[in-house]
């Protein structure tokens, strides 16, 4: 099934962005790999007469970050470490400023879309190249790698450096467009 052309807007009522973090080092243990939901974000995907897409853009309020799950650690995640985690995100990683990307080139084959753009995180732009799946029903979902430190990012670390979330983070997209 074709996709209907012209311009689509987003919202998370569309899909979800999420973030995946996952710890290393000595004290790994007693961390967590986080699953941070994205809770304010808009995207605008433009779909050609040919029913593919041709250009992407998202922007996300880096201030929205919420910790939706943590996996792992010594004890579960009580709504202080939450509230504590969102705001090292805000005040020490991406410092309230927005995340963006914009698509420079999308070439389409069945099922499948190669982005090219670029990523704006913590006031840092460079590059970026991603697939992304596309289904007949106007489904589109990614999993892209990041490594922070490419966007001047330093990563998170506690216990004077035994506990650090890993460089490499996932953000995973998962909307649905309307089908034409």
């Excluded at 709504?79 to 990683?93: H, L």
């Excluded at 990307?101 to 670029?118: I, K, L």
Aim: net charge negative.
């Amino acid at each position: 099934m074709a996709l209907r052309p012209g311009s689509h807007s987003l919202t998370p009522e569309s899909g979800t962005v999420v973030v995946k973090t996952y710890r290393e080092g000595v004290g790994q243990k007693i961390g967590h790999d986080l699953i941070i939901d994205v809770g304010h974000w808009e995207a605008t995907v433009e779909v050609g007469e040919e029913g593919t897409p041709s250009a992407l853009a998202l922007e996300a309020d880096g201030s929205s970050l919420k910790v939706v799950d943590g996996l792992g650690g010594a004890k579960a995640l009580t709504d202080k470490d939450r509230g504590q985690i969102r705001k090292n995100i805000d005040e020490k990683v991406l410092g309230g400023k927005p995340i963006t990307f914009r698509s420079a080139s999308v070439q389409c084959d069945p099922g499948r879309m190669t982005v090219q753009g670029d990523l704006t995180m913590a006031g840092t732009t460079r590059p970026a190249t991603f697939d992304v799946d596309l289904e007949d029903d106007g489904r589109l979902s990614c999993t892209v790698a990041v490594t922070q430190s490419d966007w001047g990012i330093k990563p998170y670390k506690a216990f004077m450096g035994a506990l650090k979330v890993r460089d490499d983070v996932e953000i995973v997209l998962d909307v649905r467009l309307p089908s034409g």
